[in-house]
């Protein structure tokens, strides 16, 4: 039997192609992303992938819905080891954002996700959903509400600037400004 038309669980068909088509992204960017150069990677038929994704559209919105419930876990995560409630979310958003370990694949695929985003506004409204679990339990005080906010524009303009090649940041500077932002806040009295 051939590999192509071996059955399997949907669950298992499903991660390889969101794997491929991330691949792709990467690679090719979004105007080289169609379903074509996904289904030639996968172990699956042309007619699996439609089956789960029918349209270039569903496909996009698969990878945008896979990204943000990826990054939405590592965030959770991180919070999860924060013994610090208030403002957890917040601080654990900044710290997986500047990690050190940032890699040209990280930065093809955030340049893709981002023009994809540029091109239809609905994926930009999927992202915002995806994402919604790691902002639900920011402080709403004002100094907290501000603060929290602080911390996720630093690390959306750092992953901006990765994107775009604006800084070249190395993983000590990444600490350094991990640390930059501790002193004097009270959400961000606990990041490190």
Sequence with gaps: MDIKTRRRAPDTTRAEIMDKALEVVAELGPRGFTLDAVAARTTVSKGALLHHFPTKMALLEGVVDYLGEMFSASILDEAARDPEPYGRLARAYLRVTINDAVTS???????????????????????????????????????????????????????MSDIFGVYDVSPDQRRALLSLLTPGHTLMETAR
């Design 105 to 159: 694949e990280d930065v093809s695929i955030g340049r893709a996700i981002l023009a994809a985003c540029a091109i239809e506004p609905s994926l930009r409204e999927r992202w915002s959903t995806a994402t919604a679990p790691v902002r639900a339990d920011d402080p709403t005080d004002p100094v907290g509400a501000d603060d929290a906010l602080l911390l996720r524009l630093v690390a959306d303009g750092l992953w």
